[in-house]
């Protein structure tokens, strides 16, 4: 049979209990907002108590005098009914101890007669004239008398309600009313303490309600996404007031960087593959070259027609396969900016975007011997991109044929290039993003870079590439460079 735990090991079991009961229940933190909330709400409930206690505690102090007031007055009236007001007469005594007073004067056109001879006293009294509306005085009066001398008395002014006269004046101690003025209190205090801790209790249930568990469901939400961005968190509420919308705007703000995570893990798988197959790339190129020269010795006429535009292509695909890394970490190689006629880099470009006579065509607006200040290989990529996009976009709508329209405008000191179809327009949804990576509003088969790349080398110029209008009747893009 085992030992009876000693005295000690009794007083380390509640210790215990409370320990194991603290490290289960978690309270939250000092300086936490709910703990800030607590405090301001018993700040405000204090507040309220002092602004309910002091009035009250005036009007008790004067409803009292104002009774020892009344007695005085009623046994003013018995004492002056007496033979010769005999102030010595045992009925004064017993209407002097009935009410509460220990002399009582009255004044009538500026004589004072006193009906009830005043004892001495220790102290001199002090004055409280209810005549006067001081509001201030009437405050402060209750706790001069709850903290003043045992032995202070008070002489009271007020006019008579019962008699005629100009004023009354009655003598009474202090300590009697001292004495129910503490009681008052306390009774009051603790009513008003009770009453205002339900009050304030309510309030901070209603703000934890309203307030502190909506953003503890926020902070738990932001928490949970910098831990592991990928995932969703809590869905946000349907409320329709400021923290309903906080949430919602920070649901938003995660999906749009949760997009943005995903489009940079893209691009870097994206750039990962460019750089396995940019060597293999280049072999091909170079073996195409070297196909090329041959063909050059050919005497086909047809051949000698189109070997330049196949060696441009090559050329071009060659500079951009050695110039090619991940993308988004990479920098396009600054522009060698020469003096180009834009009618013949037009028409290279409309060649390669696919523009045809019988299907597509290009059609030009632009001033005779119109040049621009740009990088010639970059300026074709951009044209490229932009027919390519227009000519996909008509043939995704079905027809066979469709115009691409390339005008040209000098701006001051700017080259203005707009590149407009006769397409069916882009949604406005799409219209938001069409500059993002990944985003395609043509063909299923685009990998959605083109016009991302495209402002990128229109930055590169100074310049800047934009959607200008879109709609049923078509779509126009406008290319800036500096001159």
């Known amino acids: 049979m085992s030992a009876p735990p000693s005295p000690h090991e009794l007083l380390r079991l509640p210790r215990a209990w409370w320990g194991a009961w603290r490290d289960r229940v978690r309270f939250p933190a000092p300086d936490g907002l709910s703990w800030r909330l607590l405090l301001l709400t018993v700040g405000f409930t204090l507040a309220v108590e002092a602004l309910i206690v002091a009035p ?11 009774d020892r007031l009344q007695s005085a007055e009623l046994a003013s009236v018995g004492v002056e009914a007496l033979p010769y007001s005999a102030v010595e007469d045992t009925v004064a005594e017993q209407l002097l101890t009935i009410g509460g007073v220990q002399a009582v004067v009255v004044g009538d056109q500026g004589v004072r007669r006193l009906l009830l001879q005043a004892p001495n006293l220790p102290r001199t009294p002090d004055v409280i004239d209810l005549r006067r ?3 201030g005085a009437r405050l402060l009066d209750p706790w001069r008398t709850l903290f003043g001398h045992p032995d202070r008395s008070i002489r009271v002014q007020a006019r008579p309600r019962y008699r005629s006269g100009d004023f009354i004046e009655v003598l009474a101690p202090a300590q009697p009313l001292k004495l129910e003025l503490r009681a008052f209190l306390l009774n009051s205090l603790l009513v008003s303490l009770l009453i205002s801790a339900v009050a304030g209790g309510l309030l901070y249930a209603g703000l934890a309600f309203l307030v502190l568990q909506p953003l503890r469901r926020v902070t738990r939400s932001i928490e949970h996404f910098a831990t592991n961005p990928e995932t969703e968190g809590e869905p946000p509420s349907t409320r ?4 309903g919308r906080v949430e919602r705007e920070l649901a938003r703000m995660q ?6 995570l995903r489009s940079r893990a893209r691009l870097v798988a994206l750039g990962q593959a460019v750089a396995k197959i940019n060597h293999d790339l280049r072999n091909m190129l170079t073996s195409a070259q070297i196909a090329s020269e041959r063909l050059a010795a050919s005497p086909d006429p047809q051949v000698a027609k189109v070997l ?4 441009r292509a090559l050329g071009r695909a060659a500079a951009l396969a050695r110039n090619v890394l991940e993308y988004g970490r990479s920098e396009e190689p600054a522009p060698q900016r020469t003096r180009i006629a834009l009618a013949t880099a037009v028409t290279a470009a409309a060649e390669d975007a696919g523009l045809e006579s019988d299907g597509v065509r290009l059609v030009r607006a632009i001033p005779a011997r119109f040049g621009v200040n740009a990088d010639a290989d970059q300026l074709h990529r951009i044209l ?3 027919m390519r996009n227009a000519r996909q976009a008509i043939e995704a709508a079905g027809r066979h044929k469709g115009v691409v329209r390339v005008t040209a405008t000098d701006d001051g000191g700017a080259c203005l290039i707009q590149v407009a179809d006769d397409g069916p327009g882009i949604t406005a949804r799409m219209a938001e993003r069409l500059f993002e990576p990944f985003v395609s509003g043509g063909a299923s088969d685009g990998t959605g870079l083109g016009l991302t790349i495209s402002r990128e080398l229109a930055a590169n110029h100074g310049g800047d590439l934009r959607l200008v209008e879109t709609g049923p009747d078509g779509t126009t893009f406008e290319l800036r460079l500096p001159d």
């Open 56 to 66: 009250s505690a005036a009007s008790f102090h004067e409803r009292w005098l104002m």
């Open 240 to 243: 329709q007031d400021e923290i």
């Open 255 to 260: 999906e749009e960087v949760r997009l943005s």
């Open 384 to 386: 490229v991109n932009l």
């Open 308 to 311: 330049p535009r196949l060696e």
């Open 133 to 135: 509306h001081n509001v």
